[in-house]
Nanobody, 122 residues
């Protein structure tokens, strides 16, 4: 079973930055589309950013220009660089993956990990 381990969250002031990491224990990581999701205290889980196996990226409108998703296939890790953080970015952040060979990071098929808490507050 593929394990996803998120890290890098924390408490940050508005305007600050964090870099999240997600390590995946899958032998076909390079073939999988990867996504970062978040779930706030009163919200459903939403897709924040996705990256295909070929490196194409997509972002939800609320984070465009502030967040950057990237991947290191050799390390089987996907990252989310978050800049200019806002209080509304406060959430638990999760990563997940789509089916190998597809671009469907918006259709996650993995088991959800523990996530990493991001709190933006002064």
């Amino acid at each position: 079973q593929v394990q996803l381990v998120e890290s890098g969250g924390g408490l940050v002031q508005p305007g600050g930055s964090l870099r999240l990491s997600c390590a995946a224990s899958t032998s076909i990581f390079s073939l999988r589309p990867m996504g970062w999701f978040r779930q706030g205290p009163r919200n459903q889980r939403e897709l924040v950013a996705g990256i295909t196996s070929g490196g194409r990226t997509k972002y939800v409108d609320s984070v465009k220009g502030r967040f950057t998703i990237s991947r290191d296939n050799a390390k089987k890790t996907v990252y989310l660089q978050m800049n200019s953080l806002k209080p509304e970015d406060t959430a638990v952040y999760y990563c997940n993956y789509g089916r190998g060979g597809s671009d469907r990071y918006d259709d996650p098929v993995g088991s959800w990990g523990q996530g990493t808490q991001v709190t933006v507050s002064s």
